[in-house]
């Protein structure tokens, strides 16, 4: 028996992951409905993303409406407090798909796999409505965010957006430009499915040449290489760069640009991203 192309078998197994990633977690995820949890939802996002007195990225009305329209409103709680969120809408009806917009866990939690649990949970709910994948952006020069999206939740990297969300000034954003890296979710691979139970191996290392990489741990350095595998590597701590040197961390945002976009602009695949901080890219046959 099928759900709109999704067996029940798939599902149950998913809600399986789901509850079994909350549980390691130590947490509850579950959908929100109402005003209040709403209401919670803005507030742990402004102490994420804004300086005091700042709007939160998304407001209570939204949330609200998105939640009415059927679309995925999640949140994570430890006893009774909301430690994260997660929301998203539809995209094209033919396209049986979710836009992940805003994922954001609180800072005490970091390291607990709350994040990981919300998305987990963000499958199941979307496999119940039969749905085939769920993209999201991210930003490409945050190493964890990287690793995460890749490699623990098994996402394919599938376009490189500059400037993305135009000037933010947040936070964690600062005033430089907002490029981002698109990927999809592609719900029924069996990557995904093993990502979502825990399973994911790193990928391997591959033999690949330096396209871009850190000189004296610092510097962005492109380098002139005819490999058809190739490696880009990032800052080591990119946030803090935009507070103590904007200029570096621009000139940062600018290689990875000029390196990683335009390969996946002219179609090369990234293949992984591994714990020293670099992504591995195959550009195809280098002509």
Known sequence: MTIMGTSMQETAAAADAAGAAAAEAGIE??????????????????????????????????????????????????????????????AAPERRALHSHIAGVSARMRGRNVGFALKVHQRSWA?????????????????????FNLVK??????????????????????????????????????????????????????????????????IPVVHETSARLVRVSLPRDIESLRRTDPELATRWRLAVRATLGDLMDDGARVLSFDRSGAYTIDRGEVQ
């Open 29 to 90: 995820v579950r959908i929100l409905s109402r005003v209040e949890e709403f209401a919670q939802v803005t507030a742990l996002f402004r102490s994420i993303w804004t300086a005091e007195g700042d709007r939160a990225p998304v407001n209570v009305e939204t949330l609200r409406a998105l939640s009415k329209a059927g679309s995925y409103v999640g949140g994570a709680f430890e006893g009774d407090e909301l430690v994260g969120a997660c929301f998203g809408f539809f």
């Open 127 to 147: 496999l119940e409505q039969g749905l085939d994948e769920i993209s999201w952006t991210f930003d490409p020069l945050i190493s964890r965010n990287a690793y």
């Open 153 to 218: 939740l098994s996402a394919t990297p599938t376009g490189y957006l500059r400037n993305f969300y135009g000037q933010m000034s947040d936070a964690l954003n600062g005033a430089d430009d907002t490029d981002r890296m698109l990927v999809t979710w592609y719900l029924h691979d069996p990557a995904v499915t093993a990502a979502c139970r825990g399973s994911a191996p790193d990928a391997p290392t591959a033999l690949a040449e330096p396209l871009l990489s850190r000189e004296d741990d610092t």
